[in-house]
């Protein structure tokens, strides 16, 4: 794959980096890939939602200005705005989790919503940002259970309050970019992603965590839906696809400026299960899986990504198997299980994910 673009670390070398939602397991990866870089980095977070936490654990705070706000305060916002002046904008902080959505409708359209318009309101008047990626989900998407990927043109939708309010936030983004950003000469677009997993991922109700503490504690890992089929891809994929997009952004402006897919190969769509009994047999020692029982709220069954305009556009296109994740992520799992140096290892995970094709 050698016409594949990469992330080039001389363009982001002292650039001025805002990232919203640094604490979290993908923030956490994202912040250390441009330390890597040494982009000058300010994060914007609530603390670290889980504990452990990947932030913690790969002492992510060490290499960046990091900052604990509430994207739901809009003073709060502006303030880190117009404190550091950033020329590039990456807004991940969200409520990113399904099942808690149901629990916690309010909080999540606040978060996800209008957390979201603050962002945009308070870049579009500090006067120094040129590139803003918005990162939603696949889930954004009305899904209509179809068997073919979903291209960046269908309609935005949502069953449950998290997949309904990231479809909120393409249509804010859409808005904002007509109405406000263009005029203003900064160049926005939204990036949609499939379920990311990697090492470090401790969210509660999330399958790569629920695995592994599982195995971990030697008990049978419980699934509540094993043939529900996702667009699975390593942290790093979607990551790669987010630098690379704000790269052109910043470079070619408008242009670019609207919705993108980065998922994975058609051929690591795969159902739950094959997920399951592959960790398994990497982890070995009798570990298996069950059905969960009980009802549970709606989930989709099907959901896929068609990523063929950011390979012809962006050039951008998957490096690592699905095979390949799984086995990063147990190689990064038995890392910290034995007490190494999660900083150096998640480095480590980026820097090989960088020569590999």
């Known amino acids: ?16 980096v805002l990232l919203t939602g640094h604490t979290g397991f993908k923030g956490s990866w994202l912040s250390l890939w441009l330390q890597s870089m040494k982009a000058v980095v ?80 308070a870049a579009r008047h500090v006067g120094s940002v040129k590139a803003i990626v918005n990162v939603t989900t696949d889930k954004c998407y009305e899904n209509r259970e179809w068997v073919w990927g979903y291209r960046e043109d269908e309609p935005m939708g949502g069953h449950d309050p998290y997949s309904n309010s990231k479809g909120c ?19 926005m677009a939204t990036a949609r992603a499939g379920n990311v997993i ?58 670019d400026a609207e919705g993108w897919n980065f998922g994975p190969r058609d051929d ?26 009980g009802d549970h709220p709606h989930e989709a069954s099907f959901l896929k990504l068609d990523i063929s305009k950011a390979r012809q556009r962006l050039q951008w296109a998957p490096r690592w198997t699905l095979e390949t994740a799984l086995a990063r992520i147990i190689d990064w799992h038995r890392a910290w299980l034995s007490e190494q140096d999660m900083r150096a290892c998640t480095l480590a995970q980026i820097e090989a994910f960088q020569r590999d094709d």
């Not at 994060?43 to 994207?71: K, W, Y």
């Not at 470090?200 to 695995?211: E, K, T, V």
């Not at 043939?227 to 910043?250: C, N």
Request: charged letters at 20%; glycine letters at 6%.
């Open 1 to 16: 794959m050698s016409s594949t673009q990469r992330t080039s670390p001389t363009f982001w070398k002292d650039k001025r």
């Open 42 to 121: 300010r994060g914007v977070s609530l603390n670290p939602p889980t504990e452990p936490a990947m932030f913690n654990v790969a002492r992510v705070a060490e290499g960046m200005e990091h900052r604990i706000a509430d994207i739901r305060d809009f003073t709060a916002v502006k303030a880190q705005m117009e404190e550091f002046r950033p020329e590039i904008v990456l807004h991940m902080a969200a409520q990113p989790l399904v099942r808690l959505s149901y629990q916690q409708p309010i909080e999540t359209y606040a978060t996800n919503v209008m957390g979201s318009v603050h962002v945009l309101e």
């Open 169 to 187: 936030v393409e249509l804010v983004a859409s808005a904002y970019r007509k109405s406000f950003l263009k005029e203003a000469g900064i160049a």
């Open 198 to 255: 990697g090492g470090g991922d401790w969210a509660l109700d999330r399958l790569i965590p629920d695995i592994l503490g599982a195995l971990q504690s030697g008990k049978p890992v419980l699934i509540r839906n094993p043939h529900a089929i996702r667009p699975w891809q390593h942290v790093l994929e979607p990551l790669s696809g987010y630098l690379l997009l704000a790269e052109r952004l910043y470079t070619h402006g408008q242009a």
């Open 268 to 293: 690591d769509t795969r159902p739950v299960h094959w997920i399951v009994e592959r960790l398994c047999d990497a982890w070995g020692e009798g570990a298996s899986w069950t059905l969960q029982p």
